[in-house]
Nanobody, 121 residues
């Protein structure tokens, strides 16, 4: 059974940096792409970043490009989301997800429970 657990979310101030961790188990981590999403209260789930199975390619929407970096450690079954220059509008629950394929195709088949990131003075 695929299991994804996010950690690292907390209250930070605008301009701070934070790294989120997604720890995977129950599947061969190195065979699947991974994505990060976020969901704020009353808003749709938003794509934040994705990375192919062996880190060949990364993808970001314009809202976070240049501030967020996705990476992974296949030996440790872990994916990361490094977030810099955080803004109040980055406040959300952040979730990681497992792709159904090696490449990023936006076909996610498993999700974690999420970790809360709050950006506020």
């Amino acid at each position: 059974q695929v299991n994804l657990v996010e950690s690292g979310g907390r209250l930070v101030q605008p301009g701070d940096s934070l790294t989120l961790t997604c720890t995977a188990s129950g599947h061969t981590f190195s065979e699947s792409a991974v994505g990060w999403f976020r969901q704020a209260p009353g808003k749709e789930r938003e794509f934040v970043a994705a990375i192919t199975a062996n880190s060949e390619y990364t993808y970001y929407p314009g809202s976070v490009k240049g501030r967020f970096t996705i990476s992974r450690d296949n030996a440790g079954n872990t994916a990361y989301l490094q977030m810099n220059d955080l803004k109040p509008e980055d406040t959300a629950v952040y979730l990681c997800a497992k792709e159904s394929s090696y490449w990023v195709r936006r076909e996610y088949e498993a999700w974690g429970q999420g970790t809360q990131v709050t950006v506020s003075l």
